[in-house]
Structures are given as C-alpha cells and as structure tokens.
C-alpha cells in the first residue's frame, strides 16, 4: 500500500488498515487461515474510523476540509457529469484555472458548472493558485452564469476555495469590483441556482459563486468569514491559535445548518471523502438530481423572490430604546 | 411632515471629534500645524496639503444633508451576540464599548434627508464603531434603506468606511454581503441612482459588495480602498507595495471609480449627478 498522507488523528486508523492489508497479503499467498481475524479488524478499523470522526473537534473538521487527498471540483465533474465541455476565459484579460466553469449534464440533466478548483501536487498546485481565483476567474463565471440565463440553464456550483487571492495584479484589476458583481448577477438570475461546499468555504472568495437557491455542504467542509489562521492572527495576534478561532466562529457544516444557513448537511463516506472518492462522488450527484428536479418546475416569479427572501432574513438583533 | 420638525441632536464632543484632542493638530500627512477650530471648519481637511482626516457618520450627515432635514431610520437596532462569541473578551463587551464610546448602536447610520432640497436616502458608516465592521445590524439598515429608497423613488447614496465583515458574527456577517447585494439587486430595477462614496479605508467585504455596486463610486482623495488589507498582501507577495497602491486616485486610474472628489465640494458635486440623471 502506498505511503499516504495522514493527519494526526487518522494515524491509528491508518495504522489499523494497514495492518489489515498485511494480513490479506499474507492470507492470500499462504495456507494460514486469517479470514476471521481480518473481519474482525475491519470491523475494528470501522468502529474507530466512526469514533474518531463523530468527535472531531472544528479545526481538526477543518483539516480534513483541507486534506490533500481530499476530491476536488474536477473529481466530481469527471465522475458525475458526461459531456461536459470546459469554457475558458473572461473574454477580457485571462483564463483563471483556479476556477472551472463548463457545460455538461448530470444523468440527462443540462446544467451550466462553476467550480473552484485545488491543485494535486507542487505544479499543479501553482497552476490552480491554490484554488485561490483572481477576479478574471469570477468574471468567467459571471459570464457562464449569464449564459446559463439565456439558455435557461440550471447553475450548479462547487465551492472549494481558501479565499480569493489576496495578491497586487488581483487587487489592480478589481477583486472586489469582480465579487461584487456576481453577487448582484446571482440575485436575480432566472435559472434554479445549486451551491455545494466540497470543502473550503473560503469567505468573499466562496460566496461569489455561492448565492444560490439551495446550498448544501459535505460534513466535513467548512464555511467562515474568514479563515481561523487570519481571524487568529487578528485576535489572538498568533495565527497558531487558529483551533480557538475555529471554535468561536463556529464553521462546520453542523453549525451552519443549525444557525440556519445553509440548506442541508451531506454524509460523506465513513472517514471522510478521500477515503472514498466514487461514493463521495456519489452523494454529491444524488443531491444535485433531487434537487434539481425539485427546482425545475418553479416558477421564476417565486424562485428569485424566494432566493432574495432567504437572504433577506438573515441576521440577528434586538430593538434597544434610543 | 412630522420628521422635518425633528430637531438635531446637539452633538457630544466625543461624537465630534475624531480629530485628536487638543488646541492646536498636526497634519498627519504634511506636518502642518493647524488649529483645531479651523481644521473643523474645513470639514477636517488640511488647508496646506488637502489632506481629508477622518470624520465620523454624524459629521458626514452635516456635510451632505440640509441643516435640521435628516430623520434616522433603525437607529435602535443592536447586535446581539448569535455566535457567543468570546476572544479575550466576549463580544458583547466589545459592543457595550463601542456604543458607549460612540453613542451609536451600530456602524452605520441611515435615513432619509434633503441634499440641496432633493430627498434622499442616506447611509453613512461610522469607522469608529467597531472599525465600521458590517454584522447583522449594519446589513439590516442598508437593506433597509435599499427598500425605502425603492419604494418612495428616492436616490440612494451610501458612504462608505469599513474594514470589512465582523468576524464576531462569523458567517451571518459574510452573508449580509449576499443580503445587501438581494436589496440594491431589487433597487437597481427602478433606474434610481444608487451612489457610493469610498472614505478612508473601505476594504475587505464591505468593498466587494455595497461598495463597489454603486451605479456611481465616488471616492475621497487618498482614501485606501481594496478586497485584501496591504497587510496581507504583503504576507502574500513577500514584498513591499508600490507607492499610493490601492489609494482613490491608483482606482481610478486602474478605471474602477468614477471620480475623485474633496470633501469641500462633495455636497455640490453629488447634487451636480443627481440633477444629470434624474431631472
Ligand atoms: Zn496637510
């Protein structure tokens, strides 16, 4: 078995399959019966696996959000969608690989796919940014959402992203001029619009292809403000006090569905999405099926109001004589 | 009309002066000493160098609305504290200071207000309340006022300072840069102008939402304004930035503001676009 990257607290599990990998190897070329001892761990390794993950706390929920073994946006797409086509480019300064935005269809469904995507290994991960767009990568996508408009396309999108990037050239060409215009653009536009965090809700980053009519998040994905290194280092001023920051922002999937921000909270394969990636693959397309065939048939004169009204609610206060 | 007869508040010298105590202030750009009287005269602008000093959203409110003509709106919503959130100190301590040192409840004002004998919408926030962060609070006003500029038709302006969304309210905060862009998405329908005004600084989400959505973004001279702080860029790039990066006249060079405008002829100049387009 190849040596994988494992993070504190999946060390004993990996220890476990291991062990279990071993065994077959041995059952598989001797005459010595293991067969009931490797059940046995296997069902060990099962029950740990469910220990440790119900119990993570939120930094360590954020460090498999971050795992590198982690699917990204492309994992998905190559797994769920079929003639998918990508599209490059702002049609104005670049083509932005950190974000990935085509056409395609899920089992028959024509959608329009925007998606951050992550790079695998040190080159890739250069070419991607990280998954850290620049605003002609937001431009991209406003502009296949506004193709997705004309066409009366549904917009699924897969949010997987530190956080914008925070470099010169991004500043010089309007970052924030490019976020903010696809908020607007999402406010209004007339297709079913499906947000799914695979991983890193990055702030401003994620948002600005997340206005959507449902948003649903995988368990161990992570949604925040801003990232619990740079809110620590503002607070705390120590970005090593990011687990505190983790824990008072409260960013998990769990605490968002409770603070009624997000749609619904997805199961992801005992163990995390990396540890299986086709049944991973296999939740997120279920999910986006359900959900648009749920949204098809809306008209658009509740789908736009009803997108504005979910936002419109948000927030929380009191009334103090003045 | 009732709210015409509502009579200003006399203001607290500490709502007044975010200009440093004293008789006599040095301009924090040429040196220049100035006396403190004076330098309130000129709206806080350096006489020598131009320099615009930070004013607060009451002073704001004089500059652009006629005298005894604004009425707030929603001056009585306050954060509460949905994440319990707790730092070195809980939130709602931080808030208790902040309203206390202030004598807002929240980063913004809004209201409506003749500019020129034209009514306005009006929306000014206030850096000195939690660095103008935007929460729920700051969120529902602008919303708010989004909705009431649309319903009565009236022109909307919004000035800007901030440091971006308040992590204190972790992702209600990110999401009210989604509820405010619902409300301008709604009020752009009515072809009303929406304007913006970037003050020093205007940052962080507050830039990529409200801010930059103005039909027309006007900026002060100087003004920092920008998605990332130049502290994190910084961390990002390994190296100092260029001179007067990010600053109102390096926007409106890279094309993203509409103009630059002092503060002296800002009331003058605004009235100027709102009679272009709407008369
Ligand atoms: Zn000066």
Redesign the pocket.
């Known amino acids: 078995m190849n040596e994988r990257f494992a993070l504190d607290f999946e060390k004993p599990i990996i220890e476990l399959e291991k062990k279990i990998e071993e065994m077959k190897i041995i059952s598989g070329s001797s005459e010595i019966e293991l067969e009931d001892d490797i059940a046995r761990l296997e069902k060990k390794a099962d029950k740990l696996k469910k220990d440790i993950y119900s119990s993570l706390t939120r930094w360590q929920r954020a460090q498999v959000a971050r795992h590198p073994d982690r699917p990204y946006s492309l994992d998905y797409i190559n797994r769920i969608m079929t003639d998918f086509v990508e599209l490059h480019g702002d049609r104005a300064f670049a083509d932005d690989p950190a974000i990935i935005a085509g056409l395609g269809k899920i089992e028959d469904r024509p959608v329009v796919l925007v998606a951050h995507q992550k790079g695998r290994g040190t080159k890739d991960k250069l070419y991607r940014n990280f998954g850290m767009p620049n605003p002609e990568g937001y431009r991209k996508a406003n502009r296949l959402m506004q193709l997705a408009a004309r066409f009366g396309r549904p917009i699924v999108s897969l949010i997987d992203t530190p956080g914008a990037y925070p470099g010169l050239g991004a500043e010089e060409r309007g970052q924030a001029e490019a976020i903010a215009v696809n908020l607007m653009t999402m406010a209004k536009l007339p297709v079913p619009f499906i947000a799914f965090v695979i991983g890193e809700g990055g702030s401003g980053g994620a948002l600005a292809i997340g206005i959507a009519d449902r948003i649903f998040m995988f368990e161990n994905s992570i949604y925040s403000v801003i990232s619990p290194e740079g809110c620590a280092s503002i607070l705390y001023r120590d970005a090593a006090q990011a687990p505190k920051a983790a824990e008072a922002m409260k960013i998990t999937a769990g605490d968002l569905h409770k603070l009624g921000l997000v749609d619904e909270v997805i199961e992801e394969p005992l163990g995390g999405a990396h540890r299986d990636p086709d049944a991973a693959a296999e939740a997120v397309k279920m999910t986006l099926i359900a959900a648009l065939d749920e949204l098809k048939n809306k008209p658009l004169d509740s789908l736009i109001p009803e997108r504005q009204e979910k936002y419109f609610r948000i927030g929380q206060w009191e009334q103090v004589k003045t | 009309m009732a709210w015409f007869q509502k009579a200003k508040k006399s203001l607290s010298p500490k709502e007044r002066s975010q200009v440093p105590d004293g008789l006599w202030i040095k301009?924090?750009?040429?040196?220049?000493i100035?006396f403190r009287r004076e330098l309130q005269k000129n709206h806080s602008v350096?006489?020598?160098?131009?320099?615009h000093f930070r004013i607060g959203s009451r002073e704001y409110i004089e500059l652009l609305i006629d005298e005894g003509s604004f009425r707030e709106f929603n001056a009585d919503l306050k954060s509460v504290d949905p994440l319990k959130f707790k730092d070195t100190k809980r939130y709602t301590e931080r808030i208790q200071k902040a309203v206390k040192a202030t004598g807002i409840n929240d980063a913004i004002r809004t209201g409506v207000g003749l500019m020129n004998g034209r009514k306005i919408i009006l929306g000014v926030m206030d850096f000195a309340f939690f660095g103008g962060s935007v929460g729920s609070v700051v969120g529902e006003k602008i919303t708010q006022a989004a909705k009431r500029a649309k319903e009565g038709e009236y022109p909307f302006i919004l000035v800007c300072a901030s440091g971006g969304m308040r992590m204190q309210e972790g992702m209600f905060s990110l999401m009210q840069m989604a509820k405010t862009s619902c409300a301008l998405a709604d009020y752009s329908e009515k072809n009303l102008p929406f304007i913006t005004l970037l003050t020093h600084p205007t940052t962080g989400g507050t830039t990529a939402s409200f801010a930059m959505l103005g039909d027309i973004i006007v900026a002060e001279p100087g003004a920092l304004i920008g998605f990332a702080g130049p502290r994190v860029i910084k961390q990002t790039i390994g190296q100092d930035l260029p001179p007067g990066f990010q600053r109102a006249e390096f926007l409106l060079q890279r094309g993203f503001i509409d103009f630059i405008e002092d503060r002296s002829k800002m009331k003058e100049t605004l009235s100027k676009v709102l009679s272009n387009l709407c008369d």
């Open positions: 301009c924090e750009n040429c040196g220049e100035i350096c006489q020598k160098c131009r320099f």
